[in-house]
């Protein structure tokens, strides 16, 4: 097992959305290896997504977080956490709770560790007034990936699980979240929110509104959003989908033409207790915030098709179609 | 024969910002306050079940007990109540100001239910007339067999909690005092509540003094390696995501049935539990946790306190010390509200406004689990029991 050595950095920046319109954000950047005399520059460079996470089951991670302080705000010296959401058996020291573990103060550092022992799609984020330091971007994915796939037997394959009938050609990340534009823009002048009036103008996959969504990863467009949503295989491929809900919504997904099979939820492959395949057909992913879906689609004939979120208020930006929560698959011939 | 006798009445609730609330509940007794959430009833499967109402509140008031079959007032199933053509009230009800109704019924089947207001229920089950109702199976022992749906169903526990959610929209309430008209379509919560309470009150023991109306607790204790079991109850309007952090849960049944069809067994593990509206879960919790005893392998280093953030505002719940069952050092002018070097792990709504009072974090619908060092918790923590005059 790899013995697996991070480091991010929790800061303040800003990303884009497609009409044009520009957001405070706080988030995490990657500053694994970066010379402490330059880990300052990255002040102010958070991403939306965070950086994602991806280790196998059994290794060994050290993930230190650095809170670089927010150059936008630094009257706000909120400290932060890490919060491994799902992680089975954590003990609370490295659970990310400030209310009962500790936090990190700005300028300091503190290692987290973690052996993850179940394969699955999770996600993190910063546990410090969960309410606004999540809604502000402070939220990244995080995958576990089968030991199947380094049993010589399986050698080049891919596994959701540890178990062959979960074998997939291609992999996306579907991380939806919602901003309300209203918070971002009080928080970034020094300025209180009710968040029970929390009331979302903007809907994206993977820090992306459609169209952006479609373009391509560490587009220089967006340099805060570096992740693409765009998904491209050949016909009768399986694509496997990762869906993260860290929004505060519950959103329905759906895609035209295209049935999914679960196969996962909230990191669990869908077997009974003694084994029983408890995978289920569905028409849409209905996935609430906190949950994670694990879902496999067969790519048809080729084609372009629309994923996209069915409360269809949901596919606009600011009220203007067509936008928000969608993204597109192309598919190829072979 | 069970007897549960409940009065309907107006009171006032407590929210940790400061807040009194006015709202209309069950009691348990003629003498005592109305309580947010009503008093649970606990009843073993097929033993005849009575509940007498008496309605103290000046609107018709019933009790509603959907997943319940064969309720009676008197010799006749219950039925709707209309009023000048329009439906009023699910079931029968007691009359305003002193009206009394009786509904017999004896549960069939084991598990988590929900009983509420069926009269003007989008008024008064919001108001705060709501309780949970657990069935027991026929061959539940409190000492040898403790079972959420009997023996041979993989449902064994060592303890268990009641969690029963809602959300308080205070103007509502006010409305109800002033008698004023309030659209229910523009429902729009402040307060989101854990057995009646919001956090951080969620966390204070059962029965405690200076919440009179709001009785019960909703922190989870137990012991490493114990199965934990948890019933919810969504007894609002809307859905809730819980999310306990330190484990899956085991989801064993829902609303009140077991998951399982035959020998197949369709329990499931989730790391959050979207309740819906009137829905119940049975789960079972169970933390075994990496690096529990003092010699535990897992590297640890803790820098230098005073270079971290510890608390909230002078307080925290953690020990001081990475591991179970032992205390560390934690700076002078925090308080640790840590007993024993327990662990404590967060239970809320990841809808994260929803863990706010009012828009102010921390609050709402969160709680903790809390794992103790193996033994040093006493066995009548995490026991349900009635707590209402059942004769």
């Known amino acids: 097992m790899a013995v697996i050595k991070k480091r991010y950095g929790a800061t303040d920046g800003w990303i884009n959305m497609p009409d044009g319109t520009v957001h405070y954000i706080f988030g995490f950047c990657d500053i694994t290896d970066v010379p402490e005399n330059e880990v300052f520059s990255y002040r102010g460079k958070a991403t939306l997504l965070a950086p994602l996470l991806e280790v196998y089951e059994g290794d060994e991670i050290y993930l230190t977080l650095t809170n670089l302080g927010f150059p936008q705000r630094p009257d706000l010296d909120d400290t932060h956490t890490i919060h491994w959401h799902g992680f089975p058996n954590q003990i609370s020291l490295w659970d990310g709770v400030p209310e009962a573990s500790i936090s990190v103060p700005v300028g300091r550092n503190f290692e987290y560790y973690y052996e993850p022992l179940d394969p699955g799609t999770y996600m993190y984020h910063c546990h410090f007034e969960p309410v606004e330091h999540i809604q502000m971007g402070m939220v990244g994915p995080l995958i576990v990936r089968p030991l199947i796939e380094k049993d010589p037997d399986y050698t080049g394959r891919k596994f959701a699980y540890n178990d062959i009938s979960t074998e997939y050609d291609r992999e996306a990340i579907i991380f939806v979240t919602e901003m309300d534009a209203r918070p971002h823009h009080l928080v970034a002048n020094v300025q209180v929110f009710d968040w029970t009036d929390y009331c979302p103008q903007y809907w994206m996959i993977n820090g992306r509104a459609y169209p952006d969504t479609v373009k391509p990863p560490n587009d220089p467009s967006f340099p805060s959003q570096p992740y693409s949503a765009y998904i491209e295989g050949f016909t009768d491929e399986k694509v496997l989908l990762r869906f993260v809900n860290l929004g505060f919504e519950n959103h329905s997904i759906q895609i035209t033409g295209i049935p999914f099979k679960v196969i996962g939820l909230d990191a669990k492959q869908l077997k009974g207790l003694n084994g029983e395949d408890l995978s289920q057909w569905r028409n849409a992913v209905y996935v609430a915030p906190g949950q994670t879906v694990d879902a496999i689609i067969t790519l048809p004939d080729a084609g372009k098709y629309i994923l996209y979120n069915r409360s269809l208020q949901r596919n606009t930006n600011n009220g203007i179609p067509s936008g928000g929560m969608m993204t597109e698959i192309n598919v190829l011939e072979v | ?391």
Request: some cysteine; hydrophobic content about 35%; overall charge negative.
């Open chain 2, 1 to 391: 024969m069970a007897v549960i006798n409940l009065w309907a009445k107006q009171g006032y609730m407590s929210t940790p910002d400061g807040q009194s609330i006015y709202f209309w509940g069950y009691s348990k007794g003629a003498a005592e306050p109305a309580q947010l959430p009503g008093p649970p009833i606990i009843v073993k499967q097929g033993e005849a079940v009575t509940i007498n109402l008496t309605n103290n509140l000046p609107e018709p008031v019933s009790v509603f007990l959907p997943g319940q079959t064969g309720v009676k007032v008197g010799s006749q199933f219950v039925k709707p109540q209309y009023s000048g053509g329009n439906l009023i009230s699910f079931v029968n009800y007691a009359s305003s100001n002193g009206g009394t109704v009786s509904y017999t019924f004896t549960p069939t089947r084991p598990g988590t239910y929900i009983y509420e207001s069926g009269t003007n229920p989008h008024k008064q089950v919001l108001l705060g007339l709501y309780g949970g109702i657990v069935v027991r199976p026929e061959d539940y022992d409190e000492n040898t067999s403790r079972t959420a749906y009997g023996s041979g169903t993989d449902t064994e526990f060592d303890r268990e909690y009641l969690i029963i959610f809602s959300e308080i929209d205070p103007s509502l309430h006010q409305a109800v005092i002033e008698g004023k008209p309030y659209m229910i379509s523009k429902h729009h919560p402040r307060y989101w509540t854990m057995n009646g309470r919001c956090a951080p009150d969620t966390m204070l023991p059962d029965n405690a003094p200076y919440l009179p109306s709001q009785p019960y607790g909703a922190m989870v204790m137990a012991e490493p390696t114990e199965k934990v079991l948890i019933r919810y109850i969504g007894a609002g309007i809307d859905s809730h995501p819980l999310h306990p952090h330190g484990n899956h849960t085991r989801i064993i049944a829902m609303d009140g049935r077991l998951l399982k069809n035959g020998a197949r067994d369709r329990s499931f593990k989730r790391f959050t539990v979207l309740v819906g509206p009137g829905q119940t879960y049975d789960q079972i919790f169970q933390w075994t946790g990496l690096g529990y005893t003092l010699d535990n392998p897992i590297p640890t280093i803790i820098p230098n306190r005073r270079n971290l953030g510890i608390g909230e505002a002078g307080w925290t719940m953690w020990s001081g010390s990475p591991y179970l069952g032992e205390k560390g050092e934690i700076p002078e002018g925090v308080v640790s509200f840590n007993e024993v070097g327990e662990y404590h792990f967060m239970l809320h709504s990841h809808s994260e406004p929803k863990i706010t009072n009012w828009g102010a974090f921390p609050g709402g619908m969160m709680t903790m689990i809390s794992i103790y060092p193996t033994g040093f918790l006493s066995p009548d923590v995490g026991v349900l029991s009635q707590p209402v005059g059942k004769e």
